[in-house]
């Protein structure tokens, strides 16, 4: 079984710029996750997709945006980029879901690591 | 609001010692799940375990277990007979709210296994 793919692996972007990274969560799994690693602020919780619909959300500004397709596969943009966004960007696929959010165990991806000059 | 403390940065052992990894976490809900993940260098994380708040069995699973005390708010991890293959960053994470928050993370503690 395939596990969770996140393209690109490394990008590199300059301030101002817009950047979207895509995840293949694991077949059959309808919840995807997306965390953010620094070294600062440690993993940080920015969403969570089920059945195409944004259902969670973290503290994270409007520039932070997501979406997910009817094949479960998400996609997360930034926009107008700040030199403080660049970080490992995590996708996480799960089957185990709660009515309100993932409960269960997260497969996690090897990140998308972003670099902001 | 939910926190996870986990106090040790680094940790570095030599090969075939025991360790255990500190894990304490706040949160008002009296429904929860914990977790442990393992982050290699190559950067996923990886599922460890994930445990309920109504479940303080300690469990084991080969050379690693678990100790849950919900007096004491902790959930520590020991790896015994310590090999370098398990050098890794550890993160202990809580989930409460039904899951609406996502899952937070504890800073993770470097674990460094010398051979």
């Known amino acids: 079984k395939a596990g969770v793919t996140q393209t690109p692996r490394y990008l590199i972007k300059t301030r101002g710029q817009q950047v979207t990274l895509s995840c293949s969560p694991i077949?059959?799994?309808?919840?995807v996750s997306w965390y953010q690693q620094t070294p600062g602020q440690g993993l940080q919780f920015l969403f969570e997709?089920?059945?195409?619909?944004?259902?969670n959300k973290g503290n994270f500004p409007g520039r932070f945006s997501g979406r997910q397709f009817s094949n479960s596969r998400s996609e997360m943009n930034v926009s107008t980029l700040e030199l403080g966004d660049s970080a490992l960007y995590l996708c996480?696929?799960?089957?185990?879901?709660?009515?309100?959010?993932?409960?269960?165990?997260?497969?996690f991806g090897e990140g998308s690591r972003l670099t902001v000059l | 609001a939910q926190k996870v403390t986990q106090a040790q940065t680094e940790i570095s052992v030599v090969e075939k010692e025991d360790v255990t990894l500190d894990c304490v976490y706040e949160t008002r809900d009296t429904t929860y799940y914990l977790f442990w993940y393992k982050q290699p260098p190559s950067g996923e994380l990886v599922f460890l375990i994930r445990r309920n708040s109504f479940d303080e069995q300690n469990e084991i699973s080969g050379r690693y277990s678990w100790n849950f005390q919900k007096s004491t708010s902790s959930f520590n991890f020991t790896i015994t007979a310590s090999q370098v293959v398990d050098s890794a960053v550890y993160f202990c994470?809580?989930?409460?709210?039904?899951?609406?928050?996502?899952?937070?993370f504890g800073k993770g503690t470097h674990l460094i296994i010398q051979p």
């Open positions: 997709y089920f059945s195409e619909t944004q259902r």
């Open positions: 996480a696929s799960s089957n185990n879901v709660g009515l309100a959010g993932n409960t269960g165990e997260l497969f």
């Open positions: 077949s059959g799994h309808r919840s």
């Open positions: 994470a809580l989930s409460s709210g039904g899951g609406a928050d996502g899952l937070t």
